[in-house]
């Protein structure tokens, strides 16, 4: 587990994008076991308080799940896993038009320029 961690944003805002990261990538699968919340405070060299801020999030959220006393795993809802990635998406989306509509690019310009970027991308 690799996380940069900013200045900006709380700490278990941070974990819980880096989870949704890692299952709208597919490095975290539905059903898999993930690390204890104590283990995941010592990989991250984070408060156990925080870790335990970002489980309880993440289980109100649907993303995880525990059943008694056996390893929280990430969801098998069909539904919540694909929203997880719509909604990361969307983010960045919004982000990049925000960006783009500052500086008054026309929307035929950006659909071109982002399909160019975005197949050049793959050559490399």
């Known amino acids: ?5 900013n200045k900006r944003d709380p700490v278990y805002v941070q974990v819980i994008r880096y989870f949704k990261e890692q299952i709208a990538t ?9 690390p204890s919340r104590r283990e995941l405070a010592n990989r991250l060299k984070i408060n156990p308080n925080t870790a335990q801020r970002a ?3 993440m289980e109100e959220a649907g993303l995880i799940y525990t ?17 997880v990635r719509q909604e990361l ?9 925000s960006s783009i509509r500052s500086i008054n690019v026309p929307v035929d310009e950006v659909l071109d320029l982002v399909k160019e ?3 050049n991308e793959d050559d490399k």
């Open 26 to 34: 597919g490095m975290f699968e539905s059903g898999q076991e993930i």
């Open 55 to 57: 489980y309880k999030e």
């Open 67 to 83: 059943e008694r006393n056996l390893p929280s795993k990430i969801t098998k809802d069909e539904a919540i896993l694909k929203s």
């Open 89 to 97: 998406i969307m983010e960045a989306v919004d982000d990049f038009v």
């Open 117 to 119: 970027t975005f197949e």
């Open 1 to 5: 587990m690799n996380v940069m961690f």
